[in-house]
T-cell receptor
């Protein structure tokens, strides 16, 4: 299962409050990703990290920030949550073999913003 | 812009009834095409990576094939435990990002 855990697994919050989701990996992978999954959409990349303190934006980064102060943890922060950010959030890591990166996903966090 | 379209959106099969799922893609330089399985309430589970047209990979009752414009996931004699949503994604050359399709929800009826 690539040693990925996400916390919390479920969260309900109110509009305007800050929220931080945590992704933890145990296998020292360099690359980590945050996706959101919504009905009618495929998985969409929010942000990714290619090392400690090295991050970049994905397709749907507005309203989100990330931090990676150590290899094993990648944090996703919603500075001021909105109802449109109600979603299921997945963290992923990637491994490289044969010149291609394969991403493995965590169990997800279901976030509801009221 | 990379695009991935999966069809059908949903597929209902009788146990033992073989079929195929389609993934059509547009990408500037394919680095890899990925198939995942996702069960309700869980994260996507990696199945296959295909790199170039003509390549095929198999795992139990599943076989994935790739052409220059699409990939097929063939399911032979499916069982109820094959019921899941199957996701297709592409990775462009020089990028670490994946572009996903919306998935095909497969239901296998006993």
């Amino acid at each position: 299962d690539a040693g990925i855990t996400q916390s919390p697994r479920h969260k309900v919050t109110e509009t305007g409050t800050p929220v931080t989701l945590r992704c933890h990996q145990t296998e020292n992978h360099r690359y980590m990703y945050w996706y959101r999954q919504d009905p009618g959409h495929g998985l969409r990349l929010i942000h990714y990290s290619y090392g400690v303190k090295d991050t970049d934006k994905g397709e749907v980064s507005d309203g989100y920030s990330v931090s990676r102060s150590k290899t094993e943890d990648f944090l996703l922060t919603l500075e001021s949550a909105t109802s449109s950010q109600t979603s299921v959030y997945f963290c992923a890591i990637s491994t490289t073999s044969g010149g291609t990166d394969t991403q493995y996903f965590g169990p997800g966090t279901r976030l509801t913003v009221l | 812009e990379d695009q991935v379209t999966q069809s059908p959106e949903a597929l209902r099969l009788q146990e033992g009834e073989s079929s195929s799922l389609n993934c059509s893609y547009t990408v500037s330089g394919l680095r890899g095409l990925f198939w995942y399985r996702q069960d309700p309430g869980k994260g996507p589970e990696f199945l296959f990576t295909l790199y170039s047209a003509g390549e095929e990979k198999e795992k139990e009752r599943l076989k994935a094939t790739l052409t220059k414009k699409e990939s097929f996931l063939h399911i032979t004699a499916p069982k109820p435990e094959d019921s899941a949503t199957y996701l297709c994604a592409v990775q462009r050359a020089g990028s670490y990002q994946l572009t996903f399709g919306k998935g095909t929800k497969l239901s296998v009826i006993p």
